[in-house]
């Protein structure tokens, strides 16, 4: 079983959908969440990071985190052609590397 | 602010080449990673550092070496190129106190 587990889409939406992005992860051991937004043929950017179960919104964006089900979304509301990009969830634990584990990403693809 | 500069960006290699892509970080970072990205699985990391002389093996390290003889500076090798070394790769680094990894633009390696 790989560790983290990611729709792998692509997402196709018209312009103003709500979208979500899902991830589910199995390492009990990972305690930061991150999702990361990839332009084409550009490197990854922090979209949203948090460390709790619960909500955290930013303007249009909402990350949702279930510890107990180890399952994470990330909710874009009144999604823009700007938004269409690949998304990757990503775990990091305590550890002193910090390294991250990234899902395989989901493409999305919003439609004017 | 650079941020992240890899170099190159481009390259294609012959089997059996030799080649070294240079990571460079002016943010005074600890941690350096590089990872590769193929199609459907996302990021995965191939070496770390966690400081200036250190070096430590990630989740696909066969093939690959590293160096990190300055703190701003982590260098990947290919000793002897394979195709299945063919990918993108990306170098991020991040501080000990700030989960955000930062992440360069990307080298397009291709190795027929």
């Known amino acids: 079983q790989k560790e983290v587990e990611q729709d792998p889409g692509p997402l196709s939406v018209p312009e103003g959908a709500i979208v979500s992005l899902n991830c589910t992860y199995s390492?009990?051991?990972?305690?930061?969440f991150m999702w990361y937004r990839q332009y084409s043929r550009k490197g990854p950017e922090l979209l949203m990071y948090?460390?709790?179960?619960g909500n955290k919104e930013d303007g249009r964006f909402t990350a949702q985190v279930d510890k107990s089900s180890k399952y994470i979304s990330l909710f874009i509301r009144d999604s823009q052609p700007s938004d269409s990009a690949t998304y990757l969830c990503?775990?990091?634990?305590?550890?002193?590397?910090?390294?991250?584990?990234f899902g395989s990403g989901t493409q999305l693809t919003v439609l004017p | 602010n650079a941020g992240v500069t890899q170099t190159p960006k481009f390259r294609v290699l012959k089997t059996g080449q030799s080649m070294t892509l240079l990571c460079a970080q002016d943010?005074?970072?600890?941690?350096m990673y590089w990872y590769r990205q193929d199609p459907g699985m996302g990021l995965r990391l191939i070496h770390y550092?966690?400081?200036?002389?250190?070096?430590a093996k990630g989740e696909v390290p066969d093939g690959y070496n590293v160096s990190r003889l300055k703190k701003q500076n982590f260098l990947l090798g290919l000793e002897s190129a394979a195709p299945s070394q063919t990918s993108v790769y990306f170098c991020?680094?991040?501080?000990?106190?700030?989960?955000?990894?930062?992440f360069g633009q990307g080298t397009r390696l291709t190795v027929v």
């Open positions: 991020a680094s991040s501080s000990q106190v700030n989960t955000e990894a930062f």
């Open positions: 390492n009990s051991a990972f305690q930061y």
């Open positions: 948090t460390y709790s179960s």
């Open positions: 990503a775990f990091t634990g305590s550890g002193s590397a910090r390294q991250l584990t």
């Open positions: 943010m005074n970072h600890e941690y």
């Open positions: 550092s966690v400081g200036e002389g250190t070096t």
